[in-house]
């Protein structure tokens, strides 16, 4: 009788004691893996490879996410996901978890990115852990990306990352409020004008930098072409909180810019959009915050001083 193992199958008769071979790749292995007790979330086994990843000290999966994972979105996908694996225990044998892909901190300080995958075996109430470092992959993939979202000239995101960060935000809580302010300076083409692209160039960075330094570290500020930025600001309380950043960032373009010897003195108009309520997208919220932005414009009245002047205060001849 022809017992020939079939082409794919493994003809185990073949291979060494099971018990070593499996310490053997265990070991040897050049990605992190764990095995984790569900009951408790111990961690009763780690490679060599997981010991670069990770602080030997961490004695369990729960630790490790709130310890080792610097990124609080990272660790509520990561909890997440295990929550959604455990409650199938009743009905699976096995479950999945799906990739996601991690910031952890390790026993050097070094922060390394790493690609997660692991499956659960409820019955034998274990779970295998593969942890692998993609820190150069993922690094050079971040530094494009960053360059592909961010304006050349003034640093600030551009309308690319504008989108990127919109989808992120829906992704992640899409019954969240969020608002958007649309900015367009006043007395800017004078200034080009006058002193010419150069000098302008340096009042949009200026002004790009007193923008972001002005609002929270979540919100996203974005230079849209010309002399027009917008603030995406997700997670907003209401309206009045939109009116009351509004107010403040006008204060904040009215004060001088100085370039060089020059005292250059601008304002603007802002605009704002509320998720949902003004639109259930990007477009149509930037559509509505466009609008308010140029019913304001025509509410102010024109400005009959010189919109630039020397440091010691006179208007330079053209």
Known sequence: MNTASLPGQIDFSTLPDLTTLGQTLFEKVPIGTVVVRLSDSQIILRNPAFRHIADDRIATMSALIDTSCVDPRQQEQFHAQIRQAKSRADCEETSELPELVLDLKGADGRVRIVQHYALFFHKLDIAIGIFRDISDIKRKYRALQKDAFTDELTGVGNR???????????????????????????????????????????????????????????????????????????????????????????????????????????????????????????????????????????????????????????????
Do not use: C
């Not at 083409?189 to 923008?211: C, E």
């Not at 010309?226 to 373009?253: C, H, Q």
């Open 160 to 318: 690319r990352g504008l989108m990127e960060r919109w989808n992120e935000e829906i992704e992640d809580d899409p019954a969240q409020t969020i608002g958007f302010l649309m900015i367009d300076l006043d007395q800017f083409k004078p200034i080009n004008d006058t002193y010419g692209h150069a000098t302008g160039d340096n009042v949009l960075r200026s002004l790009a930098r007193r923008l972001r330094k002005s609002v929270r570290k979540s919100d996203y500020v974005v230079r849209l072409g010309g002399d027009e930025f917008g603030i995406l600001l997700p997670d907003i309380e209401n309206r009045t909180m939109l009116e009351t950043v509004s107010n403040k960032l006008l204060a904040v373009l009215r004060r001088p810019v100085m370039i060089d010897t020059l005292k250059l003195s601008l304002s603007g108009s802002i605009g704002g959009g509320l998720y949902p309520e003004d639109g259930k997208n990007l477009a149509a919220i930037m559509v509505h915050a466009d609008q308010s932005m140029y019913s304001t414009k025509k509410n102010i009245p024109t400005q009959k001083h010189s919109p630039y002047e020397s440091a010691a205060g006179k208007t330079p001849s053209p």
